[in-house]
């Protein structure tokens, strides 16, 4: 389980942003203050940190200094649109930098965008799926499931394309060109059914790959 150490002096967004991560499969400890996070990273490793700027006690920019000489990944969050704190920040080697307020969906997926960069975990997490993209491997709830090349390709399609509206003629285009075989649009459907089944809580009320009526798929 990847971990995220989340430094953050604001109680709701701790609150908040802790249960959403749980939710997506992270591990995630807090720190409102430098000389935590400090302690912490003494204490643990992490995979990546999320750090606010403005802290009450020292600044983002201090522990960015001590999480890059251990080799840590970094986003900053910050409410400042200031340029000049973008400019600092990036240049102390900060990954990423997201502006409050963020939508969790957004900041999720360049948290995913860079982990795959550091390349410190191959599994894909989402929901109560596990995707191991280096050895092929789908789990659900600790469980493997049994997915047909097809079915794993459509898969991992839709997690590449995270937050995208997938139409059925680039679903069809893209799934021919990996298969090599003819996939015409019954066939879609099926494998679509097949695929929601298999990792679907309820595939009657699809939460993980849901239907956008009279165009494509959607995985959010």
Same mark, same amino acid.
């Given at each position: 389980?990847r971990?995220?150490?989340? #430094?953050?002096?604001?109680?709701?967004?701790?609150?908040?942003l802790?249960?959403?991560?749980?939710?997506?499969?992270?591990? %995630?400890?807090?720190?409102d203050?430098?000389?935590?996070?400090?302690?912490r990273?003494?204490?643990?490793?992490?995979?990546?940190?999320?750090?606010?700027?403005?802290?009450?006690?020292?600044?983002?920019?201090?522990?960015c200094?001590?999480?890059?000489?251990k080799?840590?990944?970094?986003?900053?969050?910050t409410?400042?649109a200031?340029e000049?704190? %973008? #400019?600092?920040?990036?240049?102390?080697?900060?990954?990423d930098?997201?502006?409050?307020?963020?939508?969790?969906?957004?900041?999720?997926?360049?948290?995913?965008? %860079?982990?795959?960069?550091?390349?410190?975990?191959?599994k894909?997490?989402?929901?109560?799926?596990?995707?191991?993209?280096d050895?092929?491997?789908?789990?659900?709830?600790?469980?493997?499931?049994?997915?047909s090349?097809?079915e794993?390709?459509?898969?991992?399609?839709?997690?590449?394309?995270?937050?995208?509206?997938?139409?059925r003629?680039?679903?069809?285009?893209?799934?021919?060109?990996?298969?090599?075989d003819?996939?015409?649009?019954?066939?879609l459907?099926?494998y679509i059914?097949?695929?929601?089944e298999?990792?679907?809580?309820?595939?009657?009320?699809?939460e993980?790959?849901?239907?956008?009526r009279?165009?494509?798929?959607?995985?959010?």
């Amino acid at each position: 389980m990847r971990k995220i150490l989340l #430094v953050e002096d604001d109680t709701a967004i701790v609150r908040t942003l802790t249960d959403f991560l749980a939710g997506e499969g992270f591990e %995630v400890a807090s720190a409102d203050s430098r000389m935590k996070a400090e302690s912490r990273m003494a204490e643990s490793s992490f995979d990546l940190l999320l750090l606010d700027v403005s802290l009450r006690s020292g600044n983002g920019f201090q522990v960015c200094e001590k999480a890059k000489e251990k080799g840590l990944p970094v986003i900053f969050l910050t409410a400042s649109a200031d340029e000049n704190s %973008v #400019v600092k920040g990036l240049d102390m080697g900060a990954d990423d930098y997201i502006p409050k307020p963020f939508r969790p969906r957004e900041l999720l997926s360049r948290i995913n965008n %860079v982990l795959r960069r550091y390349g410190s975990e191959s599994k894909i997490r989402i929901g109560s799926l596990t995707v191991d993209t280096d050895k092929g491997i789908v789990e659900k709830k600790g469980q493997t499931l049994t997915l047909s090349a097809l079915e794993y390709r459509l898969l991992v399609l839709f997690i590449n394309n995270r937050g995208i509206l997938l139409s059925r003629n680039k679903l069809l285009e893209d799934i021919w060109d990996i298969a090599g075989d003819f996939v015409n649009d019954n066939t879609l459907t099926v494998y679509i059914k097949r695929l929601r089944e298999k990792i679907e809580d309820d595939p009657a009320k699809p939460e993980l790959i849901k239907t956008v009526r009279g165009i494509g798929y959607r995985m959010d």
